[in-house]
Nanobody, 120 residues
Framework: VQLQASGGGLAQPGGSLRLSCAAS????????MGWYRQAAGKQRELVAI???????NYAASVKGRFTISRDNAKNTVYLQMNSLKPEDTAVYYC???????????????WGQGTQVTVSS
């Protein structure tokens, strides 16, 4: 299973970016899909997560500004980031839990990370 993230880049404070992450490979079921971020010198932290039923949870620091969504037909998760702040600058990673066969185990997979920089 591979996760391919895209959509990062440079944005001005108050601007917007949209991240995408598509899962491919041997996929029988996908469960939670989420976005994490890691700023320089800091630990990786949860940004937002969405269940396969569509329930969402957000870090307090992004609630009301970021929106996570998913397209189950495309095995893709999105993160719409609005009202960006300099403190949102980080490498953003997507994560998902996948079962590759009916009776097989569930594994956690990570994308390669995409840089988001918020600066004027």
């Amino acid at each position: 299973v591979q996760l391919q993230a895209s959509g990062g880049g440079l944005a001005q404070p108050g601007g917007s970016l949209r991240l995408s992450c598509a899962a491919s490979g041997s996929i029988f079921s996908i469960y939670d899909m989420g976005w994490y971020r890691q700023a320089a010198g800091k630990q990786r932290e949860l940004v937002a997560i969405i269940t396969n039923g569509g329930s969402t949870n957000y870090a307090a620091s992004v609630k009301g500004r970021f929106t996570i969504s998913r397209d189950n037909a495309k095995n893709t998760v999105y993160l719409q980031m609005n009202s960006l702040k300099p403190e949102d600058t980080a490498v953003y990673y997507c994560n998902t839990n996948v079962r590759s066969s009916y009776s097989g185990p569930t594994f956690s997979y990570w994308g390669q990370g995409t840089q988001v920089t918020v600066s004027s």
